[in-house]
């Protein structure tokens, strides 16, 4: 089973400043089948990034992926007090699916 | 607009099993899969299992073989997860999401969109 590991686990930022995620497999993955989702209190997830750096349907321009093998990042560029939430990578491989155990993005 | 609407919070004891459904609209359904991913009270997201709503064939996650099954009903687009055996670690919210998984015009893709409103499963003595 692939291992994902997210860093850091918590990142304190301010609106309008640029946040940098981290998501490092534990062997190689297919870029196709790497998508980054975004977690609010009480809400169930929403797909942000799919194809390691394609937007989903009405996410935002501020939000970027990249990264390839081992290891993706996730942009946002400049802090909107919305994208204050958890954010999990997953990818899929080998017919299943693993997440990392999420970054924290929260005011400074 | 494509939905997943979940089936209402459930309280059961250690052993007993639990069935929870996940009703879709706005879309073909048998034109896509439905995965389960739970989340633990303050935990991370966990996969469970995919089904194909097309043919029915299902993937689980090992450590849930021989406790989860998961079906669909194509003539009311609802899935179901059924979990058996239940722990008190098996307490958490239970998402159903569609899923795409395949390849068109030379990329691929995976994708879990949109998700369920979430079913709380409580078990506890």
């Known amino acids: 089973e692939i291992v994902l590991t997210q860093s850091p686990g918590t990142l304190s930022l301010s609106p309008g400043e640029r946040a940098t995620l981290s998501c490092r497999a534990s062997q190689s993955v297919s870029s196709s089948y790497l998508a980054w989702y975004q977690q609010k209190p009480g809400q169930a997830p929403r797909l942000l990034i799919y194809g390691a750096s394609s937007r989903a349907t009405g996410i935002p321009d501020r939000f970027s992926g990249s990264g390839s093998g081992t290891d993706f990042t996730l942009t946002i560029s400049r802090l909107e007090p919305e994208d204050f939430a958890v954010y999990y990578c997953q990818q899929y491989g080998s017919s299943s699916w693993t997440f990392g155990q999420g970054t924290k993005v929260e005011i400074k | 607009q494509v939905q997943l609407v979940q089936s209402g919070a459930e309280v059961k004891k250690p052993g007993a099993s639990v069935k929870v459904s996940c009703k879709a609209s706005?879309?073909?359904?048998?034109?896509?899969?439905i995965s389960w991913v739970r989340q633990a009270p303050g935990q991370g997201l966990e996969w469970m299992g995919w089904?194909?709503?097309?043919?029915?064939?299902?993937n689980y996650a090992q450590k849930l073989q021989g406790r989860v099954t998961m079906t669909t009903d194509t003539s009311t687009s609802t899935a179901y997860m059924e979990l058996r055996s239940l722990r008190s670690d098996d307490t958490a919210v239970y998402y159903c999401?569609?899923?795409?998984?395949?390849?068109?015009?030379?990329?691929?893709?995976?994708?879990?969109?949109?998700w369920g409103q979430g079913t709380l499963v409580t078990v506890s003595s």
């Open positions: 089904i194909s709503a097309y043919n029915g064939n299902t």
């Open positions: 999401a569609r899923g795409s998984l395949g390849c068109s015009g030379g990329s691929c893709y995976s994708i879990f969109d949109p």
């Open positions: 706005g879309y073909t359904f048998t034109s896509y899969g």
